[in-house]
């Protein structure tokens, strides 16, 4: 192995996490975990490369150019059948069949469909698991993240939502997050493209007015005429954008101009799901927000998004209600309903706000002093005897000058150090010093365990 | 989205863990975890890609063609720089700059390099992600598996080495894996090539050795032959071959054969370890295996290797010291020891002998029953006061048919069902039924939270 003289580095839009970052990621996972198990919800987990035919045309056409692709193992060129044509996108596919997860949803809906024998409905599970996008990399966007993904599978009941909702609530609490909790409904956004004559339209209305925050009311309305919608189109649409007032007044207006099936239908979903809500007295923030729509194409009942309010990250999860997800992989009639925590965003509101507890430290408990000599075999059976009472502990390594020693327990942040030299060994006592006090006295072995323990 | 009415499936060597292994392979995890932090050691991950200049060379050529190469994004053939070269290994790198990490001892050599500045030495870290080997799928052998694995670098002091076989013993007496931790020296190795006279030859002999398990004396000493050991060398090394009995008796053996400087360190090396070991009473079997070796070029000191004892699976952990790894990033001097659990194959164990606890269950504790209409708010609010003591606890989300939700119950392993109908409602009661015992009785929320607990 030749040595290699630069430095060494990692692929742009990747990173290291160190044990403090470690430390703090993994509470943020635990926690989350906790609930999702406490709602019933089992883990399952999927691998990171899955078949291209599995990927493929599942994100849109963009969607497809951001797979991380797995070249052929072996002889790819020979056996690509034939030469490479100039068309990257054809040629990846003859040098290339597997691909990295883009997300976790569609390898579930592939995961139902696969073991659907082995499966009992409804199916609830949960994954947290990395995903990659071959994204620009830029501030707060990642080219490989987690994902925390929650979905029931083979239920309509609305009974989904509300626990969906629940989760967020217990999630959010436990993190110390203050949040809103938006809710709107594909049936709504269907209801008022009917309203408005354009129901082929609902799409791109969908998709205009989900910038509507983003890009302000006169460029939503000219983005609609350039989708092909007329003045007239257009204008019955701003009584509706226009909707203002809590949750009882917009859907008293709706009320009054969403006259179809399906829109009928979406505020019906919507007054049920606020219903719940309130009679559970599930403690959480919640808007009605009719703008929202999360761009995504395949939900098709409830939608939802989580703001955090203390600080301008946006959206740290969302998800919503999508009626034929494994319809893609020859099984229909499935109904899912999910939602999924942007672990990254979340980690970045908590650092901002300062969330973290105390406990989401990596420290070690207590560090033993290595005096060497005769004095190292007792510290390693009292450096035992803490670890037997559950405390984590370490010796350095070698009998190094106790300005070193303490220096190591100092930068690690390891708040005890316990010496155990001649005195101590004979007296089988230890002496046990409190660096956040700065303060040292000598006692019990048992006396150091319960100080330790605080 | 087109229907596809092939039945999804996912790349061969990789594996979709459902519930009932995930909780399993979890318990796993989870006590190895407890066991390094127990120790002081801290948790890092690194990123499924690195840079193919951060792999290629580290594993031999073998390696080279098994790292999974991932497809550079947008126009890869323009960006190419020319035309492909027949050479399959020369055409990937011209359209491939990033490869799937093949473990994780490299990837921390990396990062200890990149964060040097930020890191306390001697720096002790644990690293528990899966790996990625284009290796010919086989039983037991997959495509993606995990690695866990523990080590600190920065300093040369055994008690590194002592630590590792106590955190095996730990790991191993809480998992109820009956073992052998076999322990062996490099330097031993190479004392034993120089006392027969071919010191350049050390790599042949230890490769051969390593193999005299598998395929016996007769071969591995014709193997040596093929190496170009002279018959008289050859001859020479069979007192070492044939050393028995236990390990006072092997090192003293050992050191009527071993006389150059290198041996002598080995022999005192496994000396120090043995008497670590002893002295502290580490409740874990170890014998000395001269014939261990684990083929990796760059152990230089203690080598190590954990056997179960009562199935054939063979190893089940490894591990030894290198005193240079960080050498190939460009930072000499840096000695490092570490060991590495084989997730997979401890499942297996443990799966073959039926040793994994009840509580590595992935089991709801409580269904509630759906009756519907006036009767279902009141069961989600038993349901809530369930999960606010902790509990995990679902509701069917339909007003199905009892046996339906009985049969749900039951194929999902929830040993108690809830039943919240009227009469429960009206007296503020639950009926809790023990599908393990068959009975059913109607009793307080607080009885019935009692109950589940246990």
Redesign the interface.
Known sequence: ???????????KG??????AE??RR?YIFDTIRKVF????Y??????????L??LL??YGDEGD??L????N??????SAGGP?P?N?EK??LM????G?RYDLTVPFA??V???QS?L?F?F??FQIQ?V?R?DRPQKGRY??FYQCDVD?VG?N?L??E?ELV?IAADVFKALGINVCLKINNRKILAGMAEAIGAPDKMMDITVAIDKLDKIGLDNVNEELRADGLSDEQVEALQPILGLAGGKEEKLAGLEKILTSEVGKKGIEEVRTLFG?ID??GVDIKTELDLTLARGLNYYTGAIFEVKALDTEIGSISGGGRYDNLT????L?GLSGVGISFGADRIYDVMTRLDLFPSEAN?A?DV?VA?FGGDD??YS??VL?RL?AE??????Y??PAKMKKQMG?AD??GIRFVVLCGENERLAQSVTIKDMAAGEQKTVSIDEAIAIIKG
Chains 1, 2 share one sequence.
């Open positions: 192995m030749a040595a290699i003289t630069v430095k060494p580095s990692i692929p990747t990173r290291d996490f160190g044990p470690m430390t993994n198990r406490r709602y019933g089992q883990p399952i987990e999927t691998p990171a490369m899955e078949n035919s599995t045309g599942k150019k951001l991380f692709k797995i070249l193992s072996g002889d790819f060129l020979s490479l100039a990257p040629a990846a040098i290339s069949e597997k990295l592939r995961y469909v696969q073991h082995e009992t409804p609830k599970r990395p990659w071959a080219r490989e029931v239920t009941s009974l989904c509300v629940q719940y009679a559970l319809g893609i992989f020859g229909d990596a070690t560090l290595n190292e075999m390693l059976k035992a670890r559950g405390l984590s502990g370490e010796i390594p070698e190591y930068k690690r």
